[in-house]
């Protein structure tokens, strides 16, 4: 997940692409960005590509973002789980 709720396309150097943050939505733009992914890759132009790989990408405090997360879904089990 990304803070801003944009998809991402990360190159990572000439033969590498990571596509990330559909939220939800992922089995058609997941399609989408994996077939031209690997399309752009074997012909070796990023033109056709949906949206423009970025370089690099970073979240701001992912651990504490991730302990938060955590907590909640820990405390939602152990306040519901003996009711189910």
């Known amino acids: 997940?990304?803070?801003?709720?944009?998809?991402?396309?990360?190159?990572?150097?000439?033969?590498?692409?990571?596509c990330f943050?559909?939220?939800g939505r992922g089995i058609c733009p997941g399609t989408i960005f994996g077939t031209h992914s690997a399309k752009a890759l074997l012909a070796g132009n990023m033109?056709?590509?949906?949206?423009?790989?970025?370089?690099?990408?970073?979240?701001r405090f992912n651990t504490a973002k991730a302990a938060?997360?955590?907590f909640g879904a820990t405390l939602t089990h152990a306040v519901t789980a003996p009711f189910v």
């Open 68 to 70: 938060y997360y955590e």
């Open 21 to 23: 943050s559909y939220f």
């Open 1 to 18: 997940m990304t803070s801003d709720d944009i998809p991402k396309i990360v190159r990572f150097g000439e033969n590498a692409l990571a």
């Open 47 to 59: 033109d056709a590509m949906p949206m423009a790989p970025i370089q690099r990408y970073s979240e």
